[in-house]
Structure formats: C-alpha cells, structure tokens
C-alpha cells in the first residue's frame, strides 16, 4: 500500500474543476481580481470604438473622397480643351491629394462583385454610388498605400490615385496603442501594489510554519494591511499562549515525577532490608513498574521540550538507534536511499524512532526500517511481520493512555502512551505519523518529516 501526507491546503483532495483553472495563490487571485474588470472595460471601449467611432470616421473620410471624385468629374465634363483638363488634373493632385489619369476610349471592365470586403471599401463604394452615376470600379488592395478608383466616363475611363490617409484615420492606431499600454501600465502598478500587500501574509506564514515545526520565530512583528495586523497579533498571542501551556505542563510532570521519585526510593531502600519473601519480590516489581511508569510520563511530556533543531544526519541518527535496538541479538533490516539532512531534534526524533522501532520488536520477529526523500519530505517507514492492528483501529492507538489489550493490567500493553510520543514529536516537527498494513503483512508506521 503506497500513501502520500495529506496536503494541508487541500485536505480533500485537492481543488475543484473550476478552482483548477484559477490562480491559487493570493497575489495571483487579486491581480486576477483587478485585470478582470479592466480587460472588460477594454474590450468594451474598443467594441464600442469600432463600431461608433471607426465607422463614423470612416463612412466621413470615404464621402469626402466621394465628394472630391464627383467635383473633379463633374469639371471634366465642362472642360473644353486639353488645357482645362491639365489644370484641372493639377488642382486634383494639389489640392485634393488624387492623381487622374484618362485613357481616351477605353472602356471599363466590371469584374464580378466580392463578397468579403474591407469596412474602407465598404463604406467607399456606399459614398461614390450616392455622389456618381457612373460606373466604378473600387481597388484598395492591388497597390500598396493607394487605393485605386476607375470610372467609366463617355470620353474613356478615369483612373484615380489616392493614398491611404484620405481613408484611415491614424486615432484607430493611436487608440489601440494607448488601450494596450495603459494595461501593460496598470498591470504592472497592480503587481508592484499587490505584492507589496502580500508580502506580510507571507511572512505570517512562514512564521506559523517554523513555529508549527518547533522552530523559533524571531523578529516577527505585525505588519501590513489593518486585517492581517489583527492577524498576525493574534498568532503571537496564540504562540505565547502555547509556549506558556508546553512550559507548565512540563514543569508540571517533572515536579510530580520529582515527587514520586522521593517516595520510591525509600520504599526500595526498605524493600532491600527485608528478608526474601514472595511477597517482598513483588512489591519489589511493583515498585519497578511504578518507576518505569514515571519515566515514561516523563518521557513525553519532554516530546515537546525546548531543545532546539539541529541540522541532523537523520541515516547516521537512524543507524546509532538500530544498533541500540539490536545488542540484544534481534535484527532490523535499515535501508537509507541517500544521504540526507534536516533541522531535527536529535533527542527527541531519536525517542521516536527508538519507541516506534521497539513497538515494531515487541510485536513482530522481523522489522525494517526505511529512509529517503518524497517530493519535499522525507518519509521513514517502520514494518514489522507482527498480527497488526485493524484499521478502523489505527488512530485509536495514537490516544494518550490509550491499550489495544482489555485487560486494566500494564504489563501486556505497557502504560499506554507508546505511539502517542512518535506522533508529538513528528507533529512538532512540522510532520506527522500514520499507520497502515504493511506490504508483507503485519503493520507499517509511516513518518513523514519536511525537508
């Protein structure tokens, strides 16, 4: 059975089909936020350009041009000599920007009408059938910059020459222009603004992450926006609170074990003078059991003490306790994929597996033990070929005081807080411990530990 952390951001399994699609950080959700309604209103101001202020610029300059070719044609049909037309021909050229040329009998060729045609040539061929009577022909793509005019005139046909910027308006580039880089513009002011505004969102988080390893959190203050200022002091309020709670219930067990301890030894002292009797050894057991009792409740409540992480070779830690656990005779089978190093708590962690490892013995005659890297954690598996417990089972078993066995007596399932210590150290780690069915039958424990 091959099982992965749970991800805290997505407990259930991860984003639905819509959230998939969307930005899941905060900086990209807010600039997302922000483009959103700007590429709307874009796209709703060029749409609104085309179809208002294009069309009408337009369907202006095309009737202008329209107008020109009607009054030149219109004086042509006056002209009496070849000196008229030459004067009229310069007037066009330099005072309307047209270049006329008349081929004396020829006749205009009409070719079929095309269907697709451009919004200039559009509105160009609406001017000139309300200014003209006469047959024209429109070419606005054969030359480049100019677009061609041909009219069929009775003395032959008249070709005009006119450039482009008798028909485009230059505001439609202009436009365009000014619509993509005031986005570029605003894009990049609403980056800059937001990253700014998610940087102390961040910085809350890693500082609740370190501390949810165990880590100190040092020069942390409340920063930003009023909201994450309230939260921010709330998480150093909640950490203070916490540490306040570690350090008492600590010192708490440490005094009631200081306590105990007193008693205990004189009644072993006592127990030593007596005479051997039946009854003298098993107050003499009792008495062990008690100690073995108070070092244990000892035990986990330094599961959260003050040590400090370490960077710690977790194979050179893993190796030193399965040599402890096998000096008396019993194997376990230890495999490092590679080298691998991590902020630890070298006492604690050492607890963990040296508990889980031994649990592992008690129930099982072969255990092995596994280390190596997952992605961006490091994941130690502990098998044993023992009878396992029942998966509906499984988180029971993490309880404090909590015995598999019904009976009330220790001596078969031990003071009950065996696996409750594995986890609190790997949660105060920044991981975890879970148990499943191992591969080979028995029971797997499984730690998950971040790089």
């Known amino acids: 059975m091959n099982s992965s952390p749970p991800n805290p951001l997505y407990p ?15 900086l990209g959700r807010s600039v997302l936020i922000i483009i959103t309604p700007l590429i709307l209103m874009q796209v709703i101001s060029t749409w609104v350009f085309y179809d208002r202020h294009y069309d009408t610029i337009t369907k202006r300059l095309a009737q202008g041009l329209a107008g020109d070719v009607a009054a030149v044609i219109s004086l042509l049909s006056r002209s009496e000599s070849d000196l008229d037309q030459r004067r009229i021909f310069h007037l066009a050229r330099s005072s309307m920007q047209l270049e006329l040329t008349l081929t004396e009998g020829a006749e205009l060729l009409v070719p079929p009408q095309r269907r697709l045609r451009g919004v200039v040539e559009a ?3 609406d001017a000139l059938r309300e200014r003209l009577n006469e047959p024209f022909v429109i070419d606005a793509r054969s030359i480049e910059d100019r677009v061609e005019i041909l009219v069929q005139l009775p003395r032959g046909v008249l070709r005009v020459l006119v450039t482009d910027e008798r028909l485009f308006s230059s505001t439609t580039y202009i436009f365009i222009f000014w619509t993509i880089g005031s986005s570029i513009l605003l894009f990049g002011i609403a980056v800059i603004f937001m990253r700014n505004q998610v940087k102390p969102i961040r910085r809350l988080a890693r500082a609740a992450e370190s501390f949810g390893k165990g880590q100190e959190v040092r020069d942390f203050k409340p920063e930003g926006a009023t909201e994450v200022r309230q939260a921010a002091a709330a998480f150093v309020n909640m950490r203070d609170r916490i540490k306040r709670q570690i350090q008492q219930r600590t010192e708490m067990l440490a005094g009631v074990s200081h306590d105990l301890r007193t008693p205990l030894t004189r009644m072993k002292l006592q127990l030593e003078m007596l005479e051997d009797a039946p009854d003298v050894q098993n107050l003499q057991s009792d008495v062990a059991e008690m100690e073995h009792m108070v070092e244990g409740y000892l035990a986990f409540a330094r599961g959260e003490g003050q040590e400090t992480p370490a960077p710690t070779d977790l194979g050179g830690l893993l190796r030193d306790v399965v040599d402890q656990m096998t000096r008396d005779g019993r194997a376990v089978d230890l495999h490092v994929e590679q080298d691998i190093t991590l902020p630890l708590r070298r006492d604690g962690m050492r607890r963990c597996l040296t508990n889980l490892i ?8 072969h255990v092995a033990v596994r280390a190596g890297r997952r992605k961006n954690m490091v994941e130690v598996t502990v098998d044993d070929d023992g009878p396992g417990i029942p998966p509906e089972r499984h988180e029971d078993v993490f309880k404090p005081f909590y015995r598999l066995e019904q009976s009330r007596t220790p001596a078969p399932g031990g003071t009950g807080r065996g696996l409750t210590l594995p986890r609190d150290v790997a949660r105060s780690h920044g991981g975890d411990v879970a148990l499943e069915s191992a591969p080979g039958g028995g029971l797997r424990a499984r730690i998950w530990l971040p790089v």
Do not use: K, V
């Open 12 to 26: 259930q399994g991860g984003p639905g089909p819509i959230r998939r699609f969307l930005p899941r950080s905060l």
């Open 358 to 365: 031994a649990n592992a013995q008690r129930h099982g005659e």
């Open 123 to 125: 509105r160009l061929t």
